[in-house]
């Protein structure tokens, strides 16, 4: 997964990271094996 930075703009890069991230299901992954753990 890759997000580019424009402009030194981290936060902007932040929010298109965590939007890829939401789409491909990480988040929810995460949490379910935080369970097993």
């Known amino acids: 997964m ?3 930075v424009r ?3 981290i ?3 932040l929010r298109v990271l ?3 991230m939401q ?3 990480v988040f929810r992954e ?3 094996r ?3 753990e």
């Open 2 to 4: 890759r997000v580019e």
């Open 7 to 9: 402009d030194n703009n």
């Open 11 to 13: 936060d902007q890069a």
């Open 18 to 20: 965590k939007k890829k």
């Open 23 to 25: 789409r491909e299901g």
């Open 30 to 32: 995460m949490k379910a």
């Open 34 to 36: 935080s369970f097993f």
